[in-house]
């Protein structure tokens, strides 16, 4: 059969258009991504092992996984009890309630560290108590997580509350029917349930919460070995031309940015078997 | 599965009749949802709003509308917008082809689409510094053409065009793959070409998507700091992003300053979610 398919475009057509897609991926976001490899290991990797367990670096990296496994684990609560109450209820302004959960999406990260400067900083609304009561949020780890919380916080709660939705209410009936308590409920049916969705979401809030830049370094004071997370401390190093170390150390968050990445491929992947299985 | 990302909003379910749940533990969800949306969101974001107001109105202007600060709304704002229409056109490039076509290497390229979601901005920026600056591996073929790129505004907008391109490919993706082929028949059986049916047919379907994912690319793109400081080369007045301007003023306490132009930045915000919302609903129908 040579006669063209009015439903597809020529041969010509799609390998061009494929070879243009490749093209432009490969430009904008495979030639950084190579980049930060190539300069991490420009002088061997000797170098690159001694810049990321230099003690600056390790400090760093031990602040990044801290003020993660704070703010994550936070808007996990957070997230599942917006998606109950969104997915699982009808109330007045529920549609109001969803945008303002995405609010922190539209705003600049500059702006969100800017917020908590105002409310805690010297001059702010709270500085004066703070400062009696010898609480130090701003310049201070306090600070940095309330930041972190604030740029990461629509993530689990905006996979979730689609995924609740779409599984209705029927399970949770059920089991309701059978006397299960509304712990229960929550615990047995509901997160089984949506598991894949909430992997999900965490590990996109965590890949941001241990990435922000523009947030944090508004709160952080970059005070070096004390409030400097990883991104911080490649701003840092890459400022004193020590190029090789803040490409070390900025190679182990693109390491984190393949791993989840692969993770998020695989869980689409898996999800799309366990929908597929169940027959929608 | 369209929940991936960022871009595509649940679709909430507000027209049906309001009736009580079955379920229990509302007010306890309700409860905890709005204490922490509060405590986190906006209660601060207020606190912006009341900080730019006890200064007075003119001082306010004179911060919001300086001379620097317009020179600077211009770069951010100007950078996004260009960075968005080149992603609105060939993210609908890259989106056309994971949908319709099969080809080796598919999956990879769909995966690393997001790359700019999971990857630090700091570190994006640096990257691209490295690729751009006069010695780099594409700025030095540029630099022998004459072109600048690195410590330019042009570097602002390579590193948006970075920032937002799986705005772009996201959100047109699963809306894409919900047209329906029939129209598509209609049309040819009509006598129309490949093209035409393309720019009658498909294009009008999903232009909403991708007006949204421009939308969300701008937005995302007036704000970005992280990935954008290393290139820029930050002149003011020339090279110096609204963002960036923030922080030299919190730097110099410069405390009304920096929250006059804060307070810019969030109408503007605000005006992008509003317009975001609108074109969904839109789409939501178009669909439909």
Known sequence: ?280 | MSTLTLAARPAPMMRRKRQKSSLPGLPLALGITITWLSLIVLVPLSAIFVKSGSEGWQAFWNAALSDRALAAYRLSFGSALLAAIINAVFGLVVAWVLVRYAFPGKRLLSALVDLPFALPTAVAGIALTAIYAPNGMIGSYLANSGIAVAYRPAGVVVALVFIGLPFVVRTVEPVLAQVSREMEEAAVTLGATRLQTFLWVVLPTIFPALATGFALAFARGAGEYGSVIFIAGNMPYVSEIAPLLIVTQLEEYDYAGATAIGVVMLIVSFAMLFLINALQVWQRRRVA
């Not at chain 1, 496994?69 to 609560?77: D, E, F, G, K």
């Not at chain 1, 740029?151 to 299960?180: C, H, N, W, Y």
Request: glycine fraction near 8%.
């Open chain 1, 1 to 280: 059969m040579s006669r063209s398919n009015p439903l597809q475009e020529s041969r010509t057509a799609r390998l061009g258009l494929v070879l243009l897609a490749l093209a432009y991926v490969g430009l904008v976001l495979l030639i950084p991504l190579g980049a930060v490899f190539a300069e991490a290991f420009a002088e061997g990797i000797g170098a690159w092992y001694a810049a990321i367990t230099e003690p600056d670096a390790l400090s760093a990296i031990r602040l990044t996984l801290l003020v993660a496994a704070i703010a994550v684990p936070l808007n996990l609560v957070f997230g599942i009890a917006a998606a109950w109450a969104i997915a699982k209820h009808d109330f007045r302004g529920k549609a109001f309630l969803t945008t303002l959960i995405d609010l922190p999406f539209s705003v600049s990260p500059v702006v969100a560290g800017l917020i908590f400067i105002l409310l805690f900083g010297g001059q702010g609304w709270f500085g004066p108590l703070l400062q009696d009561s010898g609480l130090q949020i701003i310049f201070a780890l306090p600070g940095m997580v309330l930041a972190t919380i604030f740029v990461t916080f629509p993530f689990i709660a905006r996979e979730v509350i689609p995924l609740m939705e779409e599984q209705g209410k029927s399970d949770e009936e059920a089991a309701l029917t059978l006397g299960a308590s509304g712990w229960q409920l929550l615990w047995h049916v509901t997160l089984p349930n949506v598991r894949w969705g909430l992997l999900y979401g965490v590990l996109l809030a965590n890949a941001r919460a241990m990435g922000e830049f523009g947030a944090v370094s508004v709160v952080s004071g970059h005070i070096r070995g004390e409030t400097n997370t990883m991104p911080l401390q490649v701003e840092v190093l890459y400022n004193e031309y020590n190029f090789v170390a803040a490409f070390a150390v900025a190679s182990l968050l693109a390491l984190l940015a393949l791993v989840t990445l692969a993770l998020k491929s695989y869980l689409e992947w898996r999800h799309r078997d366990v929908l597929a299985a169940r027959g929608h």
